[in-house]
């Protein structure tokens, strides 16, 4: 309701605006006095226009947007180290772009940000996952942030999004780019649910609920357990965890590691940083993981590679970066450095190629991940959606995106604020 409140009250200040211009004695002044009435009333359109889109979208999200924490999961998270007395927040602050510099980008022309013909996915069955690898350790790709892990004999699924469109409705927001290639029907017998953050890219609520009855454990930040049960997850079923915290599930550890990102899903943003990001560490005896979550680059990196890596496998966010938002997604040559800091092995690129989210073209993340990995000498795999790796076979690097054109580095930097010492320190 705020949304609406909010849009009104600018509505009646622009009205108001065009019915106080005095009326002049020039011409010119006329003139100027009938565009300035014109451009307003464009205007306040506009915003009616978006008051009346976004009450259609609060009308139609239904239980979409989630819930917020009450009682003792509200007490937790109020005694997080994370939390600042009235949302959680990052250790190194988030600068951003002003609205109106946000506003003139989004406006402009952004080529190239959606593939123009099919992409090759690999549709996958129940059957291709039956037996478990023989390494111990493979990643699927199910595109964007959806990973489906076996680790230790154990089935974890990561970030899962099977909805057509990123977005609290089904009628607007970003769709993606290919079909799930693995039908939701098909999905092999799933150990645990992990969650990055409740930003619609990584908690669907379609996809939640369709794994509510069939998945024994979700595994998530401190708050976002308020949505799931929303939506009609067994609390007994959720285990939420602070930074640094860690669950057990049989011989796996899974730890939430720090991450520099916020969260959300009210379109108001009344609900902004009401509950906790984060990224993943998954191990058992023998082999480790590292999933970045979304994030922008920060200290801590260093710390998660200290205390819990080297890592097999890191997952790390690369694309839906622009420099007006370097303090919460890191940009593919961040992402080498991410990946340096936290200790990893063979790179898997994520978070990119099936939701177009920023302006860069939708290539640009890998091609620009393989220029920095190259001379930074980082081994980095790309798969195919629905493909996947195991990082003890030696996987080769196949390229299967289209050569569409894309900014390099110098052209379109992205560097996140207050780590000058991480690059320094190289
Ligand atoms: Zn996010
Ligand atoms: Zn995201």
């Known amino acids: 309701m705020s949304l609406m409140r909010d849009i009104r009250s600018k509505c009646v200040s622009l009205f108001s605006v065009t019915k106080n211009v005095k009326p002049s004695a020039t011409l010119d002044r006329s003139n100027t006095r009938t565009r300035w009435t014109r451009r ?5 359109a506009v ?3 978006v008051a009346l889109l976004g009450g259609a979208a609060v009308a139609s999200a239904g239980d979409a947007f989630g819930a917020r924490a009450t009682g003792n999961r509200q007490r937790l998270i109020e005694s997080s180290p994370q939390w600042n007395g009235e949302r ?5 602050p988030r600068e ?3 609205f109106v510099t946000m506003l003139r980008r989004w406006v402009g022309s952004a080529p190239n940000t959606v593939p123009t013909d099919p992409l090759p996915v690999v549709t996958r069955t129940a059957a291709d996952f039956a037996n478990a690898p023989a390494s111990g350790l493979r990643v699927t790709w199910l595109g964007h942030s959806t990973l489906l892990l076996e680790i230790g004999g154990r089935r974890i699924l990561v970030d899962p999004v099977w909805g057509d469109r990123v977005s609290p409705v089904g009628w607007a927001g970003p769709m993606r780019f290919h079909p799930p290639p693995l039908p939701l029907d098909e999905l092999p017998t799933i150990d645990a649910v992990v969650i990055s953050h409740d930003h619609y890219d990584h908690l669907d609520h379609p996809t939640i609920v369709a794994l509510r009855e069939r998945v024994p454990r979700f595994i998530v930040p401190l708050g976002v357990g308020a949505h799931l049960e929303q939506w009609g997850v067994d609390a007994e079923r959720i285990v939420e965890l602070d930074w640094w915290q860690a669950t057990a599930l049989g011989d796996l550890t899974l730890t939430a590691t720090p991450a520099r990102h916020f969260s959300g899903r009210a379109i108001t943003r009344s609900d902004e940083d009401a509950t906790l990001w984060a990224g993943w560490v998954i191990a058992d005896a023998t082999h480790r993981v590292y999933y970045s ?5 920060f200290p801590e990196l260093a710390e998660i590679g200290t205390r819990l890596g080297p890592f097999d496998l890191s997952l790390i966010e690369t694309g839906a970066y622009d420099a007006m938002w370097a303090d919460v997604h890191l940009g593919p040559e961040q992402v080498i450095l991410a990946h340096q800091l936290v200790r990893g092995g063979l790179l898997v690129p994520v978070h ?3 939701f177009n989210l920023a302006l860069h073209a939708w290539t640009e993340p890998v091609e620009r991940l393989l220029v920095a990995a190259d001379s930074a000498q980082v081994r980095v795999v790309v798969p195919r959606p629905g493909e996947s790796v195991e990082p003890a076979t030696a996987p080769t690097l196949a390229r299967w995106w289209p050569t569409v054109p894309w900014q390099r580095a110098d052209e379109a ?5 207050g780590v000058d010492a991480l690059w320094q320190a190289r």
């Open 40 to 44: 307003l009333r464009y205007a306040g």
């Open 47 to 49: 915003l009616l226009a």
């Open 88 to 92: 959680f927040a990052n250790p190194l």
């Open 96 to 98: 951003q772009a002003s």
């Open 293 to 297: 979550g979304d994030t922008a680059l």
């Open 352 to 354: 990119w190629g099936t």
């Open 413 to 417: 930097p992205v560097r996140s604020s």
